[in-house]
């Protein structure tokens, strides 16, 4: 059993952090091997070596591989951003009219404005499957309409393995095999999941899993991974860069080369070797191995389930625990809440959560405890009794 990993972070004291879903803080190892790259290139850029530009991003695809279990550390490739791997697939993908790209209602805008672009270009479909925001759970059926959007006319579902507002979850595997059935391809946004909740790559075999890495991959802004299946394989990426092609390690040679890299080499973005950015993935990603995303959501169930039971106990609404992740869910305050006055005792508390749809979005991580709790109850608290 894990307990809680507060200390290998630099959190302030008296902070009562609950929103890795906006920002994942570092982790002070992380935090020390970037310091540590600022100063090689401050102090001695001459030893920035050959090593340096192809060793830790391969240590990182093969982190990364091994925590999504792919046994393909050569379809994983470096991104920028959720955008960034999000256009690298759309822009591989071909429509004909009267098809179809099914995306969820309330996708993160950097999960759809790529969808929209590519099915006007086509004249295609873009359907949107919203869930019907039952109060007392709104996954409930949201899951089955998926499924039953996904016919013939289907090419593409872009979705994440929970909805980014609220922690709603999906039932991939169920979503997979209906997407095989009419031969669509599925992509999914991990950014929100990926890292706190298990991902089984061989289960799921999904045509690309994107994620961006500054929220529960614990690494920089700017940074991310990406996994792109076989469908990608002879694509066009967005941008030619001399380290995607093969022999780019042979420094006293390098030319125009027509080959890429294999398999998913040819989709990491310009400069994918970012000295600082490489460095402290790496460190995140040794935690993140070392403590489990099984265990990172049984830590956070442990943690969050007897406040939650309060806070139903109280008017609020929370879906059930199986219709939603534990790591990432929305809380709407009972009716007898006000939302500003809420909002004032989460400052009160120094509570930081985020409010998203309606609800109140906790997203704990191994760092939270139970003072972190108390804190975020006592805010409910005050604002139940109308103070
Ligand atoms: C589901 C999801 N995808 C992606 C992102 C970030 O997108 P990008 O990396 O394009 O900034 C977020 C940010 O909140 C998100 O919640």
């Not at 219709?323 to 909002?343: C, D, T, V, W, Y």
Request: aromatic residues 10%; charged residues 20%; negative net charge.
């Amino acid at each position: 059993m894990l307990d809680c990993q507060k200390a290998l972070f630099s959190l302030q004291e008296g902070q009562h952090y609950l929103n890795c879903a906006y920002q994942g803080p570092f982790p002070k190892t992380a935090e020390a091997a970037g310091q540590e790259q600022i100063l090689l290139k401050a102090q001695a850029p001459f030893n920035i070596g050959k090593s340096n530009f192809f060793d830790p991003i391969e240590q990182l695809r093969e982190k990364f591989a091994k925590l999504i279990n792919c046994s393909e550390p050569d379809r994983i490739a470096s991104i920028p951003s959720a955008s960034y791997g999000i256009a690298q697939a759309a822009n591989n993908i071909h429509l004909k009219p009267r098809q179809n790209v099914i995306l969820l209602g309330s996708q993160f805008p950097s999960n759809y404005y790529q969808w929209k672009a590519l099915t006007d270009r086509y004249m295609a479909g873009l359907r949107i499957v919203d869930s019907e925001w039952h109060d007392e759970n709104p996954g409930k059926d949201w899951n089955q309409r998926i499924l039953d959007s996904i016919d013939q006319y289907t090419a593409v579902v872009a979705m994440g393995h929970v909805h980014w507002a609220d922690g709603t979850l999906f039932d991939l595997e169920a979503i997979r095999e209906k997407t095989r059935a009419v031969d669509a391809l599925l992509i999914i946004d991990g950014t929100q999941s990926v890292g706190a909740l298990p991902f089984d790559l061989e289960k799921i075999d999904p045509d690309a899993l994107i994620c961006a890495g500054y929220k529960w991959l614990l690494g920089p802004y700017g940074s991310g991974l990406a996994y792109f299946g076989p469908y990608f394989d002879t694509g066009d990426p967005i941008e030619n860069n001399w380290q995607n092609r093969k022999d780019s390690d042979k420094f006293e040679n390098l030319n125009y080369q027509a080959e890429y890299r294999p398999k998913a080499q040819r989709y990491n973005v310009g400069q994918q070797s970012n000295f600082i950015y490489a460095a402290m993935m790496n460190k995140s990603l040794d935690l993140l191995l070392e403590w489990t995303p099984e265990e990172i959501q049984r830590y956070c169930l442990r943690l969050t389930r007897p406040g939650l039971a309060e806070l139903s106990a109280l008017g609020c609404e929370i879906a059930p625990e199986s219709a939603r992740a534990s790591h990432l869910f929305g809380i709407k305050p009972a009716p007898n809440m006000n939302e500003q006055a809420l909002k004032q005792h989460f400052q009160d508390q120094n509570v930081h959560v985020s409010m998203r749809h309606g609800r109140v979005r906790v997203s704990p991580n191994i760092y939270n405890d139970e003072a972190d709790m108390e804190a975020l109850l006592n805010a409910f608290r005050a604002a139940a009794l109308g103070v």
